[in-house]
T-cell receptor, first 111, second 112 residues
Framework: SQTIHQWPATLVQPVGSPLSLECTVEGTSNPNLYWYRQAAGRGLQLLFYSVGIGQISSEVPQNLSASRPQDRQFILSSKKLLLSDSGFYLC??????????FGQGTRLTVV | QKEVEQNSGPLSVPEGAIASLNCTYSDRGSQSFFWYRQYSGKSPELIMSIYSNGDKEDGRFTAQLNKASQYVSLLIRDSQPSDSATYLCAVNGRYGNNRLAFGKGNQVVVIP
């Protein structure tokens, strides 16, 4: 069966520090991968999605970036965090245009 | 117009009643539609998917899709306190489009 791992679960980082969140999927090949952010009391904002290794589509221009170095690995990064980057970050996978399944999420607080 | 809209505010329903949630979408070519449930502090979990016009039932949940009117709804029958959560509507775009966009969600509170 397919599983998705996302870590860390919680993170407190100072403003201006770098960020790296990692997500890996097991049990499937060539999945679509997604990064979403959910600010407090708000909906899910699609940040990036990827249909294959090295293929990244960006939804929102900001100080975040994403990479997909391996088929089942998706990384979200920032060189310098802003206070507004705080939120609940969710990685998800799907097999083409079907339902997506989420990891447990990372709650990021920028202080 | 937002890509996926869920406009209703928090919904309070008595235990055992029917909860009704609605969602509209802007892309007429959208092919796949989903409902997710999200408990506070947790990640969303898929509860229903629907791909063709009409109703789809799964236990106490019924999803309804009307592509001509571009809306999808979710009915929760015999609501239980455990159904108290935020329900998110998600829409996948035209065939071959891999984006999955979400509405902002509707909070449901089931009152015992």
């Amino acid at each position: 069966s397919q599983t998705i791992h996302q870590w860390p679960a919680t993170l407190v980082q100072p403003v201006g520090s770098p960020l790296s969140l990692e997500c890996t999927v097991e049990g499937t090949s060539n999945p679509n991968l997604y990064w979403y952010r959910q600010a407090a009391g708000r909906g899910l904002q699609l940040l990036f999605y990827s249909v294959g290794i090295g293929q990244i589509s960006s939804e929102v221009p900001q100080n975040l970036s994403a990479s997909r170095p391996q088929d089942r690995q998706f990384i979200l990064s920032s060189k310098k965090l802003l206070l507004s980057d705080s939120g609940f970050y969710l990685c998800a996978w799907s097999v083409r245009p079907t339902e997506a399944f989420f990891g447990q999420g990372t709650r990021l607080t920028v202080v | 117009q937002k890509e996926v809209e869920q406009n209703s505010g928090p919904l309070s329903v008595p235990e055992g009643a029917i909860a009704s949630l609605n969602c509209t979408y802007s892309d007429r070519g959208s092919q796949s539609f989903f409902w997710y449930r999200q408990y506070s502090g947790k990640s969303p979990e898929l509860i229903m998917s629907i791909y063709s016009n009409g109703d789809k039932e799964d236990g106490r949940f019924t999803a309804q899709l009307n592509k001509a009117s571009q809306y999808v709804s979710l009915l929760i029958r015999d609501s239980q306190p455990s159904d108290s959560a935020t329900y998110l509507c998600a829409v996948n775009g035209r065939y071959g489009n891999n984006r999955l966009a979400f509405g902002k969600g509707n909070q449901v509170v089931v009152i015992p």
